[in-house]
């Protein structure tokens, strides 16, 4: 299969590098972002709602979810931004976003199906969030895979491990 991955313009990558490499992840932490901000102000605001299957949990669970929403976003924006060179650090940083978001989105998919089980558009909105996420979470384990695979035969090739003898 081709390389189809964006190579950075910049050393070290700026952050608009880091989006055009993962456009729709950084959308969808962002849009998490927003809608943990949305849900926390909508159930803290009288007379307002974000969403009314989530406003029918009771208010620890529903402040609990929103929170989540919102830090997964957070965390998964900032592995995805991540300004170091420590890639293992980005990648541990991100996959727990996306990992806390996975949890939040069954929460809100539980939530919504016990509610509103015929609202098939938020139901399944939610299935595809968590899916998302699990993906990615399996395609940062790769990452991390081929990235240590390239560091150990770089390291060979350098103490002459891998050099043909004569």
């Given amino acids: 299969m081709p390389d189809r991955a964006r190579r950075p313009t910049h050393n070290p990558p700026t952050a608009a590098d880091h989006i055009l490499a993962h456009p729709f992840e950084t959308a969808v932490a962002l849009w998490w972002v927003v809608i943990g901000v949305m849900l926390l102000v ?28 919102l830090a997964a976003g957070v965390l998964a924006l900032a592995g995805l931004l991540w300004p170091g060179r420590w890639l293992t650090t980005a990648l541990a940083v991100e996959r ?40 990615r979470i399996l395609a940062l384990y790769r990452v991390e895979r081929d990235a240590e695979t390239a560091i150990e035969q770089t390291a060979r090739h350098d103490d002459g491990a891998g050099a043909p003898r004569a």
């Avoid at 009314?52 to 669970?61: A, K, Q, R, Y």
């Avoid at 727990?96 to 509103?116: D, H, P, R, V």
């Fill in 96 to 135: 727990l976003g996306w990992l806390l978001g996975a949890a939040a989105w069954g929460g809100y998919l539980a939530a919504t199906y016990a509610a509103f089980p015929s609202s098939l558009v938020s139901v399944s909105l939610a299935a595809v969030m968590v899916t998302g996420a699990v993906l």
């Fill in 42 to 69: 909508a159930h803290l605001a009288p007379g307002a709602s974000a969403s009314p299957s989530v406003e029918m949990l009771p208010d620890w669970l529903v402040l609990a979810l929103a929170g989540a929403i």
